[in-house]
């Protein structure tokens, strides 16, 4: 049973680009949730999709945007990188909200 | 507001017990604890629902008290695979929007 995949693992962006980060979720799951883990700390919330909306935000600017297909795959996509914005993005999945979450193994971006 | 977790750290020999406590602000609807080890995802271990329900996938402990807004988790008879970060998720809806605390890192020796 194949868990949250993310793509791609690593990444490295020069201040200014644009990323897009992929996810498919767990079998089973429709509700895919992105966070931002800097080093040494937890996991803070982005946003949440589910049938394709944006359910729930967090405190991230507007730079930071989803999408969710109708297969329940999502992708994060940051605008105008900042070193700031350097960090582990994990995606979790689940099933409406009452179960836990299974995380991606997540992508590091690097902002240079 | 991120939760307060407590202890920042705690260091056990294998078979000791400990507890971690997580201490939020708000209503809480849920709370979520998680583990994540040097360079993995965050494995989920239990959610305690507001009402008294648990679901865990793993011989680990918990408890929730709604009106303290207060979860505890118990690591009893602690082996070495315990090791690793605890970090609580407290939500205050039913989809599950986590707020994450600092996490507690647990190192268990032989």
């Known amino acids: 049973d194949a868990g949250v995949t993310q793509s791609p693992t690593h990444l490295i962006k020069t201040r200014g680009q644009q990323v897009t980060l992929r996810c498919s979720p767990k079998?089973?799951?429709?509700?895919v949730s992105w966070y931002q883990q800097a080093l040494g700390q937890g996991p803070q919330f982005i946003f949440q999709?589910?049938?394709?909306?944006?359910?729930q935000r967090g405190n991230f600017p507007d730079r930071f945007s989803g999408h969710q297909f109708p297969n329940y795959s999502s992708e994060l996509n940051v605008n105008a990188l900042l070193l700031g914005d350097s960090a582990l993005y994990l995606c979790?999945?689940?099933?409406?909200?009452?179960?836990?979450?299974?995380f991606g193994s997540g992508t590091r971006l690097t902002v240079v | 507001q991120q939760p307060v977790q407590s202890p920042q750290a705690v260091i056990l020999r294998e078979g000791e017990d400990a507890v971690i406590n997580c201490s939020s602000s708000?209503?809480?609807?849920?709370v979520h604890w998680y583990r994540q080890k040097h360079g993995e995802a965050p494995v989920f271990l239990m959610i305690?629902?507001?009402?008294?329900e648990q679901k865990g996938h793993e011989k680990i402990s918990a408890s929730f008290n709604e009106k303290k807004q207060q979860s505890s988790l118990y690591l009893t008879a602690s082996q070495l695979s315990y090791s690793g970060t605890y970090f609580c998720?407290?939500?205050?809806?039913?989809?599950?929007?986590?707020?994450f605390g600092a996490g507690t890192q647990v190192v268990v020796t032989p």
């Open positions: 979790a999945s689940s099933y409406y909200g009452d179960y836990g979450y299974t």
């Open positions: 079998s089973g799951h429709d509700t």
């Open positions: 999709y589910y049938e394709e909306e944006e359910r």
């Open positions: 708000k209503a809480l609807y849920s």
């Open positions: 305690l629902l507001k009402g008294g």
């Open positions: 998720g407290p939500a205050t809806d039913s989809w599950g929007k986590l707020q």
